[in-house]
């Protein structure tokens, strides 16, 4: 088969010499975990987001209830719930930095020094190489990469 010069993973998803198969899976398996994370981080954010707006939504319900004569439940709403720390001593945000801080932070430093020590700080080089084994070479819509 005649090399096509758009055939293989280009130069930043190539292993570097040396590198062998257990680090390359290794290292998979880290950006697995790491896109775990990533996913995980996403649903803090919106669970972020969503409590905000309900505590948002639940002032003016409360405004609501008052306008329509129910001052006592109104009164109620806006002093047990609009406001209220969703866990001991904090409210959303300061989950997520808390998360931010000491969590995903010290994750990504571990993945980047494994890549940087192990390969070069290549990224993704065991679904490059999954990629290749898996591609119709030649094919249409099967390109190693764009041109």
Known sequence: MTSIPYD???????RPAGT?????????????????????RGYLYGFHRLTGKADL??????ELLRQAGHGEL????EQEVVGRNVIAGRWTFQI?????DNYYAAFKSVEQAARD??????????EAEMKEDRRSHGRAHHEARPR
């Open 57 to 62: 939504a639940l002032g003016e319900a409360a």
């Open 117 to 126: 020590q192990l390969a070069e700080g290549k990224r993704h080089l065991f």
């Open 96 to 100: 997520v930095e808390d998360y931010d």
């Open 20 to 40: 062998n198969d257990a680090t390359v899976e290794a290292l998979g398996k880290l950006s697995e975990a790491l896109e775990v994370v990533e996913h995980a």
């Open 74 to 77: 109104a009164d109620r709403v």
């Open 8 to 14: 293989g993973p280009d130069h930043a998803h190539r």
